[in-house]
């Protein structure tokens, strides 16, 4: 027997490369990217560690050139569906009562695996199909899923390891249970470190998972069900099932063994996924634990006192990264007016030397968004503006999907504080300006907490100590993830865990203990050692 009491020292974060020109690193990523663009996969479901091809199947292009095809890939229907949840609960048994540093093992693995032999391959994955550049890729897997598998190893034994005070006579613990049934992980195609970790939060605390993936994001995503596997991940324990959402779901949320939900993804999806959970309450066998992370309208608040410089950087990088196709960018912005033109000048300047196209030309600072309703979506924005009296283009505004999907970098200015384009999410490279009085900075903080449904991150520029201090109190639940002097975005897995409320989610932080604990079913245990053997008590004398 195995008695040994074993702790996983505290991770740190996983290194970046930078792809720097002559590096090793660079040539690595180039042959890789080489490889993936001369291949054409075709992508089975899994289901108990069987590959079934169903026949009824779509392709996978990459958005800056969507004549290219990647993949094709099959869909689940409700038939696959239904046997992906049985084999999900034959799994559970033997995976929920493994020991606990047996699992954390697995993670473990498949973390040293994408940091060594699939790293490369993992990126050209993300570049080639979801169309981000070499440091876009880099920081969201490999980097940031490697991160999310060791540091959950690490919460997981903190977890474990908190237990109750034991009085005189009895010993008192608590068990943390999987939950009883199964975690339905829906994913997103902008960031493949968060598809890896909806599956692997829930499973490293002993769950079992039917994984319905982005359509967009569905190579990188086999990629990483491949590694899975690569590592020892058994059977059953993680069902990769690509498909249509409604089909998939509609089995899905009608299961009696539904026992969780792990999302990421629009408001709207997460809110009509709840309500077909709730329409199915009375026939679960367990309320299922929610978790979700939705939308965000995301600001930086400019006060005076900021340095232009500062601000201008902050609106390039936090709106246009992965062409603000993150829950975290930059969407609208408050600048005073006394730093108004500094700063339009700065940003104007960026924009001309910023370059989009390929992203296998890695001086693309820009690429291509994710697909053809992504574009259309946002070129009507673009356009709505174009057409409004109180709002105007300052740079940007043109697209073009003839070869790619492509948008250019979009700043829109507008003189109304609850125009469209500021309170909407539009999930692409367009920010929105609101130029406001310097003496109206307080007024103007209340503007922005109430201007959008939304409460992910955002941002105070300030160098007065206590004009920061008013925003961070003002804006107290306009973001769960607040910067000062940065842009918002770029969390950081164990040092900014990330996670908003409002309209932006359940808040459980990810990346961090707190999601970690959403994924068990404790178990109080008291053991009596010499139990009473009379019902009296005290009281009951007479004297």
């Known amino acids: 027997m195995n008695n040994a009491i074993f702790k996983f020292a505290k991770p740190v974060n996983e290194p970046v490369k930078a792809y720097a020109p002559g590096s090793a690193d660079k040539t690595l990523l180039k042959n890789a990217l080489k490889q993936l ?9 899994v289901i108990g560690g069987k590959e079934i091809r169903t026949g009824n199947t779509g392709k996978v292009v990459m958005p800056h050139d969507h004549r290219h095809v990647l993949a094709t890939y099959h869909k689940a229907g409700e038939k696959e569906v239904q046997q992906a949840i049985d084999a999900a609960m034959l799994a559970h048994r033997e995976w929920s009562g493994l020991p ?3 699992r954390a093992s697995v993670m473990m693995r498949i973390a040293e695996l994408i940091a060594t032999k699939y790293r490369y391959l993992l990126n050209a994955s993300l570049m080639l199909g979801q169309s981000k550049n070499p440091m876009q890729a880099e920081i969201d897997a490999p980097c940031e899923l490697i991160d999310f598998l060791r540091f959950s190893a690490f919460y997981a034994g903190q977890i474990y390891e ?49 994984w319905k993936p982005s359509t967009t994001a569905i190579h990188s995503n086999y990629l990483l069900m491949q ?18 959402g409604s089909v998939i779901g509609k089995v899905v949320t009608s299961s009696r063994d539904l026992a969780g939900f792990h999302f990421t993804g629009s408001t709207g999806t997460f809110n009509k996924l709840w309500l077909q959970m709730a329409e199915n309450l009375g026939s679960y066998k367990s309320y299922p634990k929610i978790v979700g992370e939705t939308g965000g309208k995301n600001f930086i608040f400019v006060h005076p006192s900021a340095p232009a410089a500062d601000v201008a950087t902050a609106i390039v990088r936090g709106a246009f990264e992965y062409q603000g196709q993150k829950c975290s960018a930059g969407s ?4 005073p007016s006394s730093l108004w033109k500094e700063i339009k000048e700065r940003v104007g300047d960026m924009l001309k030397e910023i370059k989009m196209g390929d992203v296998q030309d890695f001086s693309n600072f820009v690429n291509a968004v994710i697909d053809e309703a992504s574009f259309d979506n946002i070129m009507d924005y673009i356009r709505y503006a174009q057409q409004a009296p109180d709002a105007e283009i300052l740079f940007g505004g043109k697209g073009d999907k003839s070869a790619g999907y492509y948008i250019e970098p979009t700043v829109i200015l507008t003189t109304n504080p609850s ?86 989610g359940t808040n459980d932080k990810a990346g961090g203990p707190l999601n970690l ?15 009473p053997t009379n019902y009296s008590y005290p009281f009951l004398s007479e004297e």
Do not use: H
């Not at 590694?227 to 059953?236: M, Q, S, T, V």
């Not at 609208?332 to 600048?335: L, P, T, V, W």
């Open 100 to 102: 606990w540093v047996e």
């Open 332 to 335: 609208r912005a408050y600048i």
């Open 37 to 45: 663009s001369s291949e054409e996969w075709d992508i089975p479901l």
């Open 227 to 244: 590694i899975f596997r690569e590592a020892g991940l058994p059977d059953g324990v993680v069902n990769f099932i690509p498909g249509q």
């Open 517 to 531: 604990i959403r994924w068990t079913n404790p178990r109080t245990i008291k053991e009596a050692l010499v139990p």
């Open 419 to 504: 125009f469209k384009t500021m309170t909407e999410e539009i999930f692409g490279p367009v920010i929105t300006l609101y130029v406001y009085d310097d003496n109206q900075y307080e007024e103007t903080l209340d503007v922005c907490d109430r201007t959008s449904p939304y409460g992910l991150t955002g941002s105070i520029f300030a160098r007065d100590r206590y004009a920061i201090a008013t925003a961070f109190n003002k804006l107290r639940y306009s973001a769960g993830n607040f910067y000062i002097n940065d842009k918002p975005t770029g969390a950081v897995i164990a040092q900014q865990p990330f996670g908003g409320s409002r309209a932006s």
């Open 162 to 210: 908190d237990q109750p005070y034991s009085d005189a006579g009895i010993i008192n613990r608590m068990e943390y249970r999987a939950l009883e049934g199964f975690v339905f992980s829906l994913t997103p195609f902008n960031f493949t470190s968060i598809a890896g970790n909806l599956n692997l939060a829930p499973a490293m605390m002993g769950n079992v998972a039917v």
